[in-house]
């Protein structure tokens, strides 16, 4: 039997899908993905990339077809821009057309490391791996999550990067902020009626610029904490007035 990783690999996402009883979420009908397409051809523009790597990273280029790729970027339970579970960073690089240029990133986060299109100067599409003893790019490096962060990514309810968290909450039920200090305090959402395979970030222009002793996330964040206690890990379902999604994490099945 297959299991999903990438939604449990961090403590705080752990302790917040616990906060919710409902069912493993079930493949997206042809339906709901159809829906999805014609939501996105509202847009006025494609998903395009940058022609270089980052500074400081090590440029892959892909020699692939890039045949199955989607400039729509439909955001599904297994994949982004018709992208479905690569295996490993070789099969995702091979998935974009011949020449795209990739990020590769061995130190993202602690003990993991990312390779990442990137448009308008930004990472747009992400991979995830462990990045233990990883200090250059292979193509057989396992592949543990997919991450989205480009605004033109949606997923089938209208859900990605740039939507505010009151949509959100709309698309897929209550909200709640938590982050923990025993794992960089960095903050996750999670959505009561949202598929397992998503994990969620906001941010909030408001949190950003208050200043008080409060217990904060580090980082971007969108969870307002005001009056909240607690020891190591905080937790609420408030959010600052203008909090928005920036990161939308898929997990992919082993």
Known sequence: MKKRIGAALLAPIIVLAGCTSQPAAE???????????????GDAQGLTFDAEA???TTLVRSEGSGDSFDPECLITETGMAGIENPATLGEFVEAFPAGTALSFQPVYMV????LCTRSDGEDSLCVVFESYEVEEYRPDIPVIAMGVYADQCRTAEG???????ADAVDAYGEARFGFSYENEAREYVSFAEAPDAYSFRAESDVAQVMED?????SGRYGGNYAGVEGESYFETNVAHPDARLWEIWISTPL
């Not at 003990?111 to 990312?114: A, R, V």
């Open 27 to 41: 493949p997206e009908s042809d339906d709901n993905v159809d829906a999805g397409r014609e939501a996105l051809r």
């Open 159 to 165: 859900v990605g990067p740039g939507t505010s968290v």
């Open 213 to 217: 002793d409060r217990n904060r996330p």
């Open 54 to 56: 980052a500074e400081g």
């Open 111 to 114: 003990d993991f490391g990312s």
